[in-house]
């Protein structure tokens, strides 16, 4: 059962796989999923759905619970285990956009994009309220360099940033190869003209860039989430904008999605904000979903488990 929707071109090869009965729906309904849920061995998800204790033990039958996309923060992982219910992803097929929409956001913010495009839709042409910075020669420090930031360093060398990063997996010689200095984190946030996030939410990541993180970035920089509500913590950030500390930010993901209407970050001009646009495009939308129907195949015909979670 397809839960949050899917490309065609992955729909269309679960059709044709003869050991798949396929119900799909664009955005099913919390209590008609649970109706369901007793006789659906396979449930793709996307962020929209919520896999918790509650929907787990409504799957009697459940052997794999499948997230199309990368974060898992949206599926209750012991839960799932205790129930023996393989958790898998589809992490690669994002990389590239969410890397493309950072990029995006880091030049957005430096330029002020969306302020000076709503300033001229007002019929006002103020030139010099607008006045930016170039990123050539800046320094961009990257916090978690797996496949998505790796891939946000090597396009932000592309424009003559120099990079450095933080990530306590990897080693000093394996971010040499991407052309990233490996630093310590206080020592990135210190550094750094841009930091960048993307590491996982998880209990060891929340509120990671915090009050005190950002005390110790740079007077005048940009702060850039385009990985998950939750690491940077927003009444922090507010406050440092509001105090001049940090010159703007750029957030594509927040604490509660979508935020509410009192949320101070909406009346800050110094932030550009997007809604969770960072695996959004046509192109990212159909690889996940090749990705998924590949890994479905493998399980259900030969016993794989390809990007499993949980099996240990």
Known sequence: LVADGLAEEGLALLKKNPNLVLEAHDAIDRTELKEKLPDVNILI??????????????????????????GLDNVDLNAATERAVVVMNAPTGNIVTTAEHTIAMIFAVSRHIPQADANIRQGKWDKKKF???????????????GNIGKAVAERAHGVGMKVIGSDPYISEEAALKFNVNLRKLDDVLAESDYVTVHVPLSAGTQNLIGKAAMKKMKKGAF???CARGGIVEEAALVE??????????????????????????????SVVLTPHLGASTDEAQVQ????????????????????????P
Request: charged share 25%.
């Open 223 to 225: 702060l850039i989430n």
């Open 45 to 70: 998800v996307r962020s929209r759905t919520v896999v918790d204790k509650d929907l787990l033990e409504r799957g009697r039958t459940l052997r794999l619970v499948l997230r199309a996309g990368i």
């Open 288 to 311: 996940v979903s090749l990705e998924v129907a590949e890994q479905i195949a493998l399980f259900v015909g030969e016993g794989v488990l390809k990007n499993a979670i949980n099996v």
């Open 240 to 269: 440092a904008l509001q105090s001049g500390h940090l010159a703007g930010a750029a957030l594509d993901v927040f604490e509660k999605e979508p935020p509410a209407k009192d949320n101070p970050l909406l009346a800050l001009q």
């Open 131 to 145: 006045q930016g910075n170039e990123l050539r020669g800046k320094t961009l420090g990257v916090v978690g360099l």
